[in-house]
């Protein structure tokens, strides 16, 4: 009886150490999205910006990385990230109080990035898995914002 106690245990926190393992080396990954894009990064940027407006969205701001690191005495490959913004959606979650919290995670961003390949990518948060986190208004409005956002790169992605 006492053995089989025992190895219920081991078994149990094996179990846990398995899961906990898992989570760390998947997880990561599963928060970003990348992809190629089609085309080079000019015409990246000229298309994206585009669609975000095609769309219904607002560009607020765009950074250009590669300009600020230069400020500071590095020299990388392009890289710009866009704000995109849905004032809509925003509003929903900025107007609850305990929805705020997320605000740190607005407005949307996606990057665009050329790698030393001369390849083009995108990257951004995954925002569906994030939100199936959270639940309730957030998950409602994140998702939504989600799956508008993968349309708006749909013109851009491989």
């Not at 009886?1 to 219920?8: A, E, R, S, T």
């Not at 910006?49 to 560009?59: D, I, P, Q, Y």
């Amino acid at each position: 009886m006492k053995k089989n106690i025992l190895i219920g245990v081991i078994a149990f926190i094996l179990g846990i150490v398995i899961a906990s393992s898992a989570i760390v080396l998947v997880a990561p990954g599963a928060m970003l999205l990348e992809d190629e894009s089609k085309y080079g990064f000019d015409e990246t940027v000229e298309i994206l910006t585009a669609s975000v407006e095609s769309h219904g969205w607002k560009l607020p701001a765009v950074h250009d990385l590669q300009k600020t690191m230069v400020k500071y005495g590095y020299d990388v490959k392009k890289v710009q990230v866009f704000e995109l913004c849905h004032p809509e959606h925003a509003a929903r979650i900025l107007e609850a109080d305990e929805e705020r919290i997320v605000s740190s995670l607005m407005p949307c961003r996606i990057a665009i990035y050329e790698r030393e390949d001369g390849k083009v990518y995108i990257s951004r948060l995954n925002s569906s898995l994030m939100s199936s986190l959270m639940g309730g208004l957030i998950k409602e409005v994140m998702t939504t914002a989600a799956e508008q956002n993968e349309e708006i790169l749909e013109a851009i992605l491989n």
